[in-house]
């Protein structure tokens, strides 16, 4: 054996031999590791963009989604579905594009199952003609929404033109060309803006440790998401920046932040004006950056106005505000709006009111005192009285307008909704520095009147003349009277009244930015069927339940059959099934359940006597869900609990 391994054949065999056997794992590894960088790539889709100069012109918005989607793909950094798959899976759930509204496209997005989706607008075009021909302009802006939160987390405004063509060119060929020009800049410019990402290494009670820091772009107050998968879990801001590590302040959390969980940078997307420049070129907006106007900071002399003032924005103002569906008792199917003030806001002082606006209605449907930080939306009508206030530099001081609308419209079951709270809040005019516009306030009557001239004075002399009286350092100009000659030693005549009903510091009114919640639908509470309530149970038992979907509002709701053998449904006594996520009507059913054999359900409903069970229902649209469980602390509209009966023992044989 010896010999022929050391023979010219023996070694060729040997080689293929030991090539054989180590080949199957160097491509076990090598296709792993390809389909691990498959899998790397994020999921992104492109809806068709909205025409904002013309309704009629929808294939441009058409043309826009094609060629931002077809450039981004070539970045090779995002699995982008093809648009034939997104146009069909939108034609199946039954919608138009362009789409109506953002809460649509977090639809599609979801039932695309992709971690980003992209849509924008066509700003504007024009065709310019010159001797050599004409050639058009366009201008876009794409937007990049977390699927989870709902928030941009990319974006770009750019404008480009076509090459010159000849005059017989359709005008639309030329605009078409043009978008595909923007489209491939924005791509470009999306793929080059490097987002920070990161993922929680630790977590405190308000905190959290991410594994990137100022290489990866990670800076100082950045606003940031909290994801587990396709959910957002929280959101937080960037409070200490390291190298390669960051701490954030977790400013929302709803199911608990933990290791694992994946942290995504919030983008101010630029604007975009209408029309071009005269090179071509179009006007950008950038985000504005919160700033404290300068020509009156000397006058912010209380702390808390000046840390008010430094940061004016609705985020600043109001901490995120909360959307959670609700069964009201009394009010029947309702929305729960709740938010939490920030910083000078929490002095009840500022505060005059807060506002809640819809997004159906894009009005005002709810106001409440400032010490408040609750209301409900519900389905009846009402007159709403409120004040329409700008946000603003703090330069003008605003008087209180307020109107009242009326029979305003309530809320619709089974239909989705997201809301605004912004706050109206006064400050007074001389700690701005500023008069006229406020709502005038008095000054209490009874000022010190009379000033006394200095005593001692020789006869005759004449007491000092224009002797003012101050109030709220505002100067009344009253004199006292002149030419009244003192006595040796007496005091000149007082009792000089400074005029009354003078106008003291006005108050300036202001509104805050408006601060969004996220989705809410509120829902009639889902109907059971079978078994009836007071029922025998069998062995292996089936529920069945009317579905919550409203057949207007094309909607994908979760239900979770839970069985207890107490009527508060205790955690540690119940039993819980998510079922299914279904946009179906009429009646729904479970798969049986053993309720005496599966070890799956707690032993004390698997030997109680009596068990209840209900149907809870949620929108899987909703963040963060329906009001908590008072006892189970789930996120569900809950049915009412029927009552099932365990078949008694058979009696005892006769004697």
């Not at 504005?288 to 008010?308: E, Q, R, Y």
């Not at 809040?425 to 700690?431: L, M």
């Not at 599966?598 to 068990?611: E, I, N």
Request: hydrophobic share 35%; proline share 5%.
């Amino acid at each position: 054996m010896r010999r022929f391994i050391a023979s010219l054949p023996g070694k060729i065999i040997s080689n293929v031999v030991i090539a054989a056997l180590v080949l199957p794992y160097m491509m076990l590894g090598l296709a792993t590791k390809g389909y691990a960088q498959v899998k790397a790539l994020p999921g992104w889709a492109v809806v068709d963009f909205v025409n904002k100069k013309s309704a009629s012109g929808n294939t441009f918005g058409a043309e826009a989604a094609r060629s931002v989607a077809g450039s981004l793909s070539k970045t090779g950094k995002y699995d982008v579905q093809g648009q034939d798959t997104v146009a069909r899976t939108i034609e199946g759930m039954g919608l138009t594009q362009p789409l109506p509204d953002l809460q649509n496209v977090l639809r599609v997005a979801t039932e695309l199952k992709v971690q980003t989706i992209v849509t924008g607008e066509v700003n504007d075009y024009m065709i310019v003609r010159s001797g050599a021909g004409k050639q058009a302009r366009a201008s876009i802006r794409v937007v990049c929404y977390d699927s989870a939160s709902g928030l941009p987390v990319n974006g770009a405004a750019v404008s480009a033109s076509s090459i010159v063509r000849a005059n017989d060119v359709s005008d639309d060929v030329l605009v078409n060309d043009a978008i595909s020009q923007a489209a491939a800049l924005a791509a470009n410019t999306i793929s080059q803006q490097t987002l920070p990402i990161g993922t929680v290494l630790n977590t405190g009670t308000k905190d959290a440790l991410i594994n990137n820091g100022s290489r990866s772009g990670f800076t100082m107050g950045m606003k940031v998401i909290i994801t587990r998968g396709r959910q957002q879990v929280g959101s937080g801001e960037v409070i200490e920046v390291q190298p390669d590590k960051s701490t954030i302040k977790i400013t929302r959390q709803e199911l608990g932040i933990q290791p694992g969980d994946k942290v995504r940078a919030i983008f101010d997307v630029p604007g975009i004006a209408p029309g071009f420049k005269a090179d071509g070129s179009a006007t950008i907006v950038r985000p504005k950056a919160n700033s404290t106007p300068s020509g009156f900071v000397t006058t912010l002399l209380v702390l808390g106005l000046v840390m008010f003032l430094a940061s004016k924005s609705g985020g600043d103002v109001i901490a995120t505000p909360v959307a959670e569906a609700y069964n009201d008792q009394t009010n029947g199917p309702s929305v729960r709006i709740s938010w939490r003030p920030n910083g000078y806001a929490k002095g009840n002082a500022v505060k005059q009111s807060w506002q809640v606006f819809r997004n159906d209605v894009d009005a005002v449907v709810r106001t409440v005192a400032g010490t408040n930080t609750v209301a409900l939306d519900d389905t009846l009508p009402r007159d709403v009285t409120f004040s329409i206030m700008g946000t603003n530099n703090f330069t003008v001081c605003n008087g209180l307008s307020q109107q009242t609308s009326t029979a305003v419209v309530g809320i619709t079951p089974g239909r989705p909704y997201q809301y605004q709270v912004q706050l109206i809040f006064a400050i007074s005019s001389t700690d701005l520095g500023l008069t006229g516009g406020g709502t005038g306030t008095t000054a209490s009557t009874g000022l010190t009147t009379g000033t006394t001239a200095s005593t001692g004075l020789t006869t005759g002399t004449t007491a000092s003349t224009g002797t003012t009286a101050s109030t709220g350092g505002l100067t009344t100009g009253t004199t006292a009277s002149t030419g009244t000659t003192a006595s040796t030693g007496t005091t000149a005549s007082t009792g000089t009244t400074a005029s009354t009903g003078t106008t003291a510091a006005s108050l300036c009114y202001f509104g805050s930015e408006r601060a969004p919640t996220g989705f809410a639908t509120p829902i009639n509470p889902p109907g059971l069927v079978a078994p009836a309530n007071n029922a025998t149970m069998s062995s292996s038992q089936q529920f069945t339940f009317n579905s919550v979907v409203n057949p207007q509002y094309d909607q994908t709701f979760e239900y979770e059959l839970q069985i207890s053998s107490t009527l508060n449904f205790t955690p540690a006594t119940t039993y819980k099934k998510v079922l299914f996520q279904k946009r179906d009507q009429g009646t729904l059913a479970s798969d049986p359940v053993d309720l005496t054999n599966d070890t799956s359900v707690p032993s004390s409903v698997r030997s109680a006597s009596v068990v209840y069970w209900r149907i809870g229902a949620r929108n899987v649209l909703d963040f963060p869900g329906p009001v908590k469980d008072a006892f189970t602390g789930d996120r569900y509209i809950f049915s009412t609990a029927n009552q099932l009966k365990r078949p008694g023992s058979p009696p005892p044989p006769p004697l």
